[in-house]
């Protein structure tokens, strides 16, 4: 109740903010927010805002260089990551999508002949996603381009800053963890 | 040059992890990365994790609590930090997308009554998107349970890292703005 209150007033003080609205600054998900908006809310609309702006460019720059999209490119990353290969169901908990959402994006990228199914080494009955010869040859220009996209966009941030940046994500990853664990 | 190569031994190094592919736990965006892959690489794929962690939870109490999805529930917030009202250019901006994405779903809001265009008062010629006092009503429930859903993710963040975290993303922010500034 006292979260609602809080909220209905910090809505209602917005009109302050309403000068930026019409400058030419380049707006994002914190854009309004007001100065007594929870600062969880907060950290989490910088943190989407973020992600947002290094995926743009992400995407830009795999369409402008590598005629390719982002999840494409992230299939082939995670694919890349292990060497054995993995089953459907790993590969899509690393995306972090359900199976049915990778299923077309692979059927693709075998047909490409970037990727194959094999039989896992462990269990001939479970098939294994790994690159070809191909796809190893693709992701060995993407992945350098890819890290340095991702360096030019961080670059800016000191390295004592960066390192710590990301313990404190580590802390939230934690955090958020340890939260969905007490919900299910 | 430097780069290529670091990334692809990296690569060939990654076995010590295939032993985490099998277990039971949960992956993300983070699992298989070797011990010297870049800071910049990992911070990217952490913020991404927790970005989507708390994207997945958050659409999935929209979905559950108020039968809504979550890009209706970002055009009602948005428009909602814009007690005047705001252009559609201003809308997709903020919302980090193009115009063509959101107009179905401004289109849709508006025919359920939730949002409506008007002429703004500066510029009659120009339609400000705002709320109804239906959309100002669905949001007054759904903003403080979202402020709630996000505290309980964050919550276990103590507060210091919590403030140290969001002004690093702050860094962080600016460092990407600065990159794409020099790139444009």
Redesign the interface.
């Known amino acids: 109740m006292g979260?609602?209150r809080?909220?209905?007033n910090a809505?209602?003080t917005?009109?302050s903010?309403?000068s930026k609205?019409?400058s030419q600054s380049?707006?994002?998900?914190e854009?309004?927010?007001s100065d007594d908006e929870?600062?969880?809310?907060?950290?989490?609309l910088?943190?989407?805002?973020?992600?947002?702006?290094?995926?743009?460019?992400v995407r830009k720059n795999l369409r402008d260089k590598f005629d390719t999209t982002l999840p494409r490119f992230d299939v082939l990353a995670?694919v890349?990551?292990?060497?054995?290969g993995?089953p459907m169901r790993?590969l899509s908990?690393?995306?972090?999508v359900t199976n049915g959402n990778i299923t077309p994006l692979v059927d693709r990228l075998v047909e490409d002949k970037l990727i194959k199914r094999d039989p896992s080494p462990?269990d001939r009955r479970v098939q294994h996603i790994r690159l070809t010869a191909g796809g190893k040859r693709a992701l060995?220009e993407m992945?350098?381009a890819?890290?340095?996209w991702?360096?030019?966009?961080?670059?800016?941030?000191d390295?004592d800053?960066?390192?710590?940046?990301?313990a404190?994500?580590?802390?939230?990853?934690?955090?958020?963890?340890?939260?969905?664990r007490d919900?299910d």
Chains 1, 2 share one sequence.
């Not at 380049?26 to 998900?29: A, C, G, K, L």
């Not at 908990?93 to 972090?96: K, Y």
């Not at 360096?151 to 800016?156: D, E, H, R, T, W």
């Open positions: 979260l609602a809080h909220m209905v809505r209602s917005g009109t903010e309403q609205d019409d380049s707006s994002d998900y854009t309004g927010l929870q600062l969880d809310v907060r950290i989490w910088r943190l989407l805002t973020c992600a947002n702006l290094i995926e743009r460019r995670q890349d990551r292990s060497p054995n993995q790993e908990r690393r995306m972090m462990e060995d992945i350098p890819h890290v340095s991702v360096n030019n966009l961080i670059a800016n941030l390295r800053n960066a390192s710590q940046l990301y404190l994500l580590g802390e939230l990853k934690a955090s958020i963890q340890t939260a969905e919900e």
